[in-house]
């Protein structure tokens, strides 16, 4: 009978659940997700014959389709499997953003992909035993509590990968754009482009009123997509500085072929319009940046050969010639920047990257000493990251094959030294100054 498959499939998986919390997991996200996972499938153990025979089958196939895969990723992000070290610092960059209460589960996998599910996990649990037990809506309201847990997906051969994990700030940044979204300006932006759009394309094609209405929402869903990317590169350039270039510089070399934002692409705007985003509107226009690249030292040299070579690259204009064809959308998201800009310093709860004693920390790389602190203050993990990026640079150039792989897997243990030791020096600082309270 399909009521006792389904009751042992609950029981089994409430078992393994309850196994999970043997294992040693990376940091507090995990526990709480089992922890929520374990009260959702006692949930249902408890309240089995409230369900309606009609549901057994859709619960049965929705358990294995939702359910069962994360269940997975969590017995995945173990200690082994996730580079912890580097956890710690971004789980304190969501904290301070959001709130105490907000957690990112790591999800290692194969697959090259970096994303974050905005959604809270504890409210998909909820949702999902309302669908199927209506009349006790408020007993499962007070199932939970109200951390909110967040799963964020990175490829597992780039756990040790300390430079490109900087991405994560990018990632949080889809957080930051979801509340953009809600506000007031925003929405006048889209009323705006709505209306210009229009415009503009009931005029390229006035005896053809349908093109005319595809083209207007093709622009829009181009101009939602530009927003939701870029728009989260702004946040990760905001914590990570030059960081969040050299990442998205990294992505683009793997790409084979660039793509018009379209409903295939999931109208991801083009990674090499994106840097060249961020360098025109935020690189050039960085006082300190610019003044630090007038230096003379080995730090310097290899920073602006790294510029260079990325300026080199967007000298070749293939991503601006693509998007002729949408130069109107184009022109659209750039004259909005500067109001992008602003709300972000009204909003980020966190300062600006910049870059602090970057050629003394440089010279300590050199000599292969890790770069946690400088003169016994401890040195925030943007600026960590920002200095290993240089260097990585350097030993890229200057070494080939088994060389280049023992200097750069040597430079990745010491940053991630660096990351784990300064965290330790940041929570010690934060304890002591707690103690004069």
């Known amino acids: 009978m399909l009521k006792n498959k389904l009751f042992n499939q609950i029981v ?16 507090e996200a995990s526990y709480l997700a089992i922890d929520g996972y374990k009260r959702f499938f006692t ?73 974050v599910l905005t959604t809270d996990l504890i409210d998909f649990l909820k949702n999902f035993l309302k669908l199927f037990f209506p009349l006790q809506v408020k007993e499962i309201d007070g199932l939970f509590d109200d951390k909110k847990i967040h799963i964020f997906s990175f490829p597992y051969l780039e756990k040790s990968n ?166 109107k959308e184009i022109d659209l998201f750039e004259d909005s920047i500067a109001e992008l800009i602003k709300y972000f310093e009204n909003q980020v709860n966190h300062n600006k990257f910049e870059a602090k004693n970057p050629s003394e920390l440089f010279r300590k790389l050199e000599n292969y000493i890790p770069i946690n602190e400088f003169e016994n203050e401890p040195i925030d993990i943007a600026s960590i990251i920002f200095i290993g990026w240089i260097y990585h640079y350097k030993i890229d150039n200057k070494y080939t094959r088994d060389e280049y792989y023992h200097e750069n897997r040597t430079l990745m243990k010491l940053l991630m030294k660096s990351l784990f030791s300064t965290y330790v020096h940041q929570e010690y600082e934060i304890h002591k100054n707690e103690q004069k309270l």
């Open 162 to 327: 300390v430079l490109l994990n900087s991405i994560i700030g990018h990632e949080i940044g889809h957080f930051h754009h979801n509340n953009w979204k809600e506000t007031s300006g925003a929405k006048r932006i889209v009323r705006n482009h709505t209306t210009e759009l229009t415009k503009y394309y009931n005029d390229l094609y006035p005896t053809e009123l349908f093109k005319s209405y595809e083209s207007t929402e093709e622009g829009l869903k181009i101009l939602s997509g530009m927003y939701r990317e870029i728009i989260s590169d702004i946040y990760g350039y905001y914590i990570f500085g030059p960081s969040m270039i050299f990442s998205l510089y990294y992505l683009s070399s793997l790409e084979t072929k660039m793509n018009i934002p379209s409903v295939k692409t999931n109208y991801y705007p083009i990674t090499k319009y994106r840097i060249r985003i961020l360098m025109d509107y935020f690189f050039y226009e960085d006082p300190k940046l610019n003044k630090l690249r007038l230096k003379e030292d080995d730090f310097n040299t290899n920073f602006n050969l790294y510029i260079k070579e990325i300026e080199d690259y967007l000298k070749v204009e293939d991503d601006l010639n693509l998007l002729k064809t949408k130069k």
């Open 12 to 27: 089994n998986i409430k078992k393994f659940v309850e196994s999970l919390n043997s294992i040693q997991f990376y940091n």
């Open 43 to 115: 949930f249902i153990y408890d309240n089995f014959d409230y369900l309606e025979k009609s549901n057994y089958q859709t619960l049965y196939l929705r358990i294995n389709q939702f359910i069962v895969p994360n269940l997975r990723f969590i017995e995945r992000s173990t200690t082994n499997n996730v580079p912890w070290s580097l956890i710690s610092n971004l789980d304190k960059v969501l904290k301070k953003e959001f709130g105490n209460d907000y957690y990112l589960l790591y999800r290692p996998q194969w697959r090259f992909n970096y994303s």
